[in-house]
C-alpha cells in the first residue's frame, strides 16, 4: 500500500513536498513515479527514480523545478516542488511498478504501475 502526503495551498514561488510511504513492501525494488491529474485533464507522470540506480527522469515543464529522490530507511519517495506555479494545481499520486521501457518517456506510462496512492491535492494560488 501507498500513502501520499504533504500537499496543500501555497502561493506562486512557493515549495512543498510531498512523501509517498510504503507498506507492505520495499520501495527500493520498484520503479516510483509521479504522476499529476490538473482539473479537466488526463493523469500525466511527471518524474520517475527507478529501481536499479536511483536514476531520476523528469518531464520538461517540471526539470529543475521538481527534484525526486528516496530514503530506503524511511521506505518513502519524495518529490521536493520548488518555485510552484499556478498551472502546478493538481491532484498528485505516486505509483510503484517496473518499467519495461524508461527511453521516449516510457516511464510515464500508468500501465507500468500496479500500486498507486490515494492522491495528495496541491494548489498554487495567491
Known amino acids: 500500500q501507498l500513502q501520499a502526503s504533504g500537499g496543500g495551498l501555497v502561493q506562486p514561488g512557493g515549495s512543498l513536498r510531498l512523501s509517498c510511504a510504503a507498506s507492505?513492501?520495499?520501495?527500493?525494488?520498484?520503479?516510483i513515479a509521479w504522476f499529476q491529474q490538473a482539473p479537466g485533464e488526463g493523469c500525466k507522470g511527471i518524474s520517475c527514480?527507478?529501481?536499479?540506480?536511483?536514476?531520476?527522469y523528469y518531464r520538461d515543464f517540471v526539470k529543475g523545478r521538481f527534484t525526486i529522490s528516496r530514503d530506503n530507511a524511511k521506505n518513502t519517495v519524495y518529490l521536493q516542488m520548488n518555485s510552484l506555479k499556478p498551472e502546478d494545481t493538481a491532484v498528485y499520486y505516486c505509483a510503484a511498478g517496473r518499467v519495461g521501457l524508461y527511453s521516449d518517456f516510457g516511464w510515464t506510462q500508468p500501465n507500468y504501475y500496479n500500486s498507486w496512492g490515494q492522491g495528495t491535492q496541491v494548489t498554487v494560488s495567491s
Open positions: 507492505g513492501f520495499t520501495l527500493d525494488d520498484y520503479d
Open positions: 527514480i527507478t529501481r536499479r540506480n536511483d536514476k531520476t
